[in-house]
């Protein structure tokens, strides 16, 4: 470890330029480029894009949505783009270890296209899907795209085999809307340009990533913070830069903390240029420097520095819900006080945080009294009672929700129909006038108009236009009982139709309960059937989600809904 990291009591580098998942901020914006992606990747085929200035963190991005992407989705990730087309193709084959025949007569180009379609089909098969991700995809000539673009057309009578990522600078936009690439533009079915932090966020990005090395205490003044804002326009990479030579300036001069003057004399190391900072002791501040510059990169020689590996994209889904649940476990995570449905048990977990929680302020009954948030999962947990810090991924959503008793549940193609069925507050996905995409809280619903929350304000949609702008995703939660998912005639299980029989008392004050033995008996079964009519519900005497969601709408006031008295 670093001598300056054992002055301020860190644990390892916080600002270092190796692009680190485990540092990553999740502002609004990265949060809506990762909607974008899963949007793109939830597509059946086509292009994804993601662009960026240097140094705004594509890089880190992509590779966090790379650890937690789902184990049936293979990956070819490619990071050098100055090939020519066969090293691109072997490229490819080669990351998803596909095993090229030796052909006589054949060009190279031509067997690799062969094998990947080959290989495309068979797993297709087996129910997984391919992603290739090119990095600094700007230096890709138009030829290459070509290619590529080629590559999309790979696909079966029903589904496109190829899902095709690509990360680049801004002027690839412009490359792509070239008159001779408009059909590669056209295949484009999810982009985002991910823009600087602004200064808000600088200040939470800089103690965000202090805190994830260890930080116990403030170290950037105020003042310092804002200066590093107006020095680096808050680009990520050249903040880690200044951050981290305002530290070892910090150290030399035996500073505790960081202060205008020390973050002015960092950027004019290194933006080579004087910024007002003159050292009141010159020569041994820099002999200090040049010591601890050497020393650091004598340690930095010896760190483990990220890859992403073919094995750590293939990591089963079991190792990555194993993963988020021992995450919630750590600070800064998560703080809930949840009454389940089905019990009067609270499930309650502890957690000392440094940040601040979000606040609630809201009454189950009103969803529309929600916390002010500009994350909408961050509001559709706190709706339930559930009070979130941020957090990046929808897996780590998914995690948070079935840590207390929720389950999480997507619609790709719903109607606003089957959304006033289900009477759940839901995260949309609405497409802006330029294309590009935004989440939003569903939070109510009349015979006019839709209630929306995004970055803490509501603003209310008139149905038409709502329907014309929404992608027919809806993710929502619901509470199942603990016993089981699913209760159908001839099940034994005496908990489940205890659950059940309760349920039906409290709807009736006269219900008389049945002896069934804990048998789902025929008497039952009819006890369901005339339930689910009542309700509008598909009759068929099965107690499944729908049954199990109205029951406990119409048994518990606290339920979040749409439509309240429904």
């Not at 990291?5 to 680190?20: A, C, H, M, N, R």
């Not at 990071?79 to 490819?92: F, G, H, Q, R, Y």
């Not at 079966?156 to 990522?165: F, P, W």
């Not at 606290?558 to 309240?564: A, N, Y």
Request: charged share 20%.
């Amino acid at each position: 470890m670093s001598i300056h990291l054992q002055y301020f009591g860190l644990k390892k580098e916080p600002f270092s330029i190796v692009p680190d998942p485990s540092f990553l901020y999740p502002s609004h914006q990265h949060r809506q480029a990762v909607a974008h992606l899963k949007y793109g990747l939830d597509r059946e085929g086509g292009f994804v894009l993601l662009s960026g200035e240097v140094g705004t963190g594509k890089t880190t991005l992509t590779r966090t949505m790379l650890q937690s992407i789902p184990a049936h989705i293979r990956v070819a990730y490619v990071l050098n783009s100055k090939l020519n087309e066969t090293d691109l193709l072997a490229s490819i084959c080669d990351e998803l270890s596909i095993t090229l025949p030796t052909a006589k007569h054949l060009s190279f180009s031509k067997i690799c296209i062969d094998g990947l379609n080959q290989d495309l089909l068979e797993s297709h098969g087996k129910g997984q899907k391919t992603l290739i991700v090119v990095e600094e995809a700007q230096n890709l000539s138009d030829e290459l795209l070509e290619t590529l673009r080629l590559l999309s057309n790979l696909e079966t009578n029903t589904h496109k085999l190829l899902h095709i990522l690509l990360v680049g600078q801004p002027e690839l936009v412009e490359i792509l809307s070239k008159p001779s690439l408009r059909q590669l533009n056209q295949r484009v079915v999810s982009r985002f340009h991910l823009l600087p932090l602004d200064k808000t966020e600088v200040a939470n990005y800089i103690n965000h990533r202090l805190h994830q090395a260890g930080a116990a205490r403030p170290i950037f003044e105020p003042g310092a913070i804002n200066t590093v804002f107006n020095l680096t326009k808050g680009v990520p990479r050249l903040i880690n830069l200044v951050c981290h030579q305002a530290m070892l300036g910090a150290y030399a001069y035996n500073s505790s903390t960081i202060s205008v003057d020390l973050v002015k004399g960092a950027a004019s190391e290194i933006f080579g240029q004087t910024r007002g900072f003159v050292p009141k002791k010159p020569v041994m501040a820099m002999l200090s420097l040049a010591f601890l510059i050497l020393v650091s990169l004598g340690f930095l020689m010896f760190e483990n520095t990220y890859f992403v590996t073919q094995k750590d994209r293939n990591q089963s889904a079991e190792n990555i819900v194993e993963d988020l649940h021992t995450a919630q476990k750590k600070p800064n995570l998560i703080q809930s006080n949840v009454t389940k449905d089905s019990t009067s048990k609270d499930y309650i977990q502890n957690v000392q945080s440094t940040d601040t929680l979000i606040s609630s302020g809201i009454s189950q009954g009103n969803p529309q009294e929600v916390s002010a948030s500009d994350n909408p999962l961050v509001n559709l947990l706190d709706i339930w009672g559930i009070k979130a810090l941020a957090f990046f991924t929808t897996e780590e959503f998914i995690g948070i929700a079935q840590n207390n008793g929720l389950t999480a549940q997507r619609i790709e193609s719903a109607t606003l129909d089957e959304v006033l069925d289900l009477n759940r507050p839901g995260v949309v996905m609405i497409q802006q006038p330029d294309g590009r995409l935004e989440s939003h809280l569903l939070v109510a619903i009349n015979a006019e108009s839709v209630t929306l929350l995004s970055k803490g304000k509501s603003r209310r949609v008139e149905h038409v236009s709502f329907n014309q702008q929404w992608t027919g995703n809806f993710l929502f939660l619901w509470r199942s009982p603990d016993m089981f998912e699913l209760l159908r005639k001839g099940d034994v299980n005496k908990e489940g139709l205890s659950w059940l029989q309760t349920k039906f008392s409290q709807l009736d004050g006269s219900f008389e309960r049945l002896i069934t033995g804990g048998r789902f008996t025929d008497a039952v079964h009819k006890q369901v059937i005339v339930f689910q009519r009542e309700q509008a519900i598909n009759a068929d005497g099965i107690v499944g989600k729908k049954t199990i969601m109205r029951l406990n709408q119409l048994t518990n006031a606290k339920i979040p809904r749409l439509v309240e008295g429904n």
